[in-house]
């Protein structure tokens, strides 16, 4: 009516280096949500099942959708299907194929320089009692959420450097969450971690270019710089 | 410049960065350094080249911080010692969010500079880790 152009100003805090925020009050949410995040119309079985096919097979689909005003509902799905799947790994190698993998570690110990660390590690492990398996039990989703937030906080601050921060560190931890899905391959004894750190990184990448909407050199960058960095 | 803010309760990530710091923070004290889990902990980096890398140390400082050895702490890795007050006092004025505080600390930008100061100083603490740290 006045004839002046409409200009919106970017939200200043968006971008704004802040460990401890969430989204802006106020931010619209223009992503319609992933399956976990719209758990309530789903049912929490099929968003659990339709979040982790996503994030395996359409990582780029899911981190569209993604809200990152969720933060409590991003970090119960990272809790949670690392949990169960970290024990029951844990369970099937102790129980079922100890004898096998003592074998195996005791070949790489002879062999290998790590020799005494690995002689420690299967004295650590040869405890079957019931009080190591409830402690086990205890303690993992406490070791999955620390290990999740630190994770964020590393990557969030490489982010921060590297001049990738767009978003805030919501959006960072919207694609570290996500990207806990594939250590569901923590079941499977032997191979299954290996594969699973190694997926994992590749869809913090990923997770990383659609959250904070950067190029994917800068998102590659992000990602790898702490592991060559920080050991 | 205003160092804090006027802010409602602390945020689910505030939360969240609080638990994770108040864990690192008891496991720092209670675990023994000499004794597994700790002690099986090997830098990939230092093994293959001989020479520590950027957070070489930072369990040590951990661990010497917790028992209010502050200098110790900083001889074991300057960053380690920052990171574990950066926890222990994220953690208190959590605490004291929690609890009615309603000032937080302001967020600021991350310009060109400050993020070149900041890379300078992680290759300070790096040379000075390479140069006193345990070899």
Known sequence: ?231 | MNWTTHAGPPSVHALGLAAAGTALLCAAAILPLDAPPLSLLACPFRSATGWPCLTCGCTHAFAAFVRLRPLTALEANPLGAALALLCAVHSVWTALRLFGLRLAPASFSATPRIRAAAAALLLANWAFVALHGPR
């Open chain 1, 1 to 231: 009516m006045c004839g002046k152009p409409l200009v919106v100003p970017e939200q200043a805090s968006a971008a704004s280096t802040s460990f401890a925020g969430d989204v802006p009050a106020g931010a619209p949410a223009l992503e319609p949500g992933t399956p976990w995040e719209r758990r309530v119309e789903l049912g929490s079985w099929r968003a659990w099942r339709d979040t982790v096919v996503e994030a395996l097979f359409e990582p780029g689909r899911l981190f569209q959708d993604a809200r990152i005003d969720r933060g409590a509902a991003q970090a119960r799905f990272a809790v949670v299907t690392v949990t169960v799947f970290w024990i029951a790994g844990q369970m099937l190698e102790r129980f079922l194929l100890r004898p096998w993998t003592q074998r195996a570690v005791a070949g790489i110990a002879v062999r290998g320089q790590f020799g005494s660390v690995v002689q420690k590690l299967m004295q650590i492990e040869s405890d079957n009692s019931p009080r190591t398996a409830a402690l086990m039990a205890l303690l993992t989703p406490v070791v999955v959420l620390v290990t999740l937030y630190v994770n964020a906080a590393v990557t969030h601050l490489f982010a921060v450097l590297l001049g990738q921060n767009k978003r805030g560190f919501a959006a960072t931890f919207t694609a570290c969450a996500y990207a806990f899905a594939p250590l569901v391959l923590f079941a499977i004894p032997g191979c299954g971690a290996p594969i699973a750190v190694v997926w994992a990184a590749i869809l913090t990448g990923i997770g990383l270019k659609h959250t904070h909407r950067i190029g994917p050199g800068g998102a590659a960058a992000t990602v790898i710089a702490p592991y060559v960095l920080v050991c």
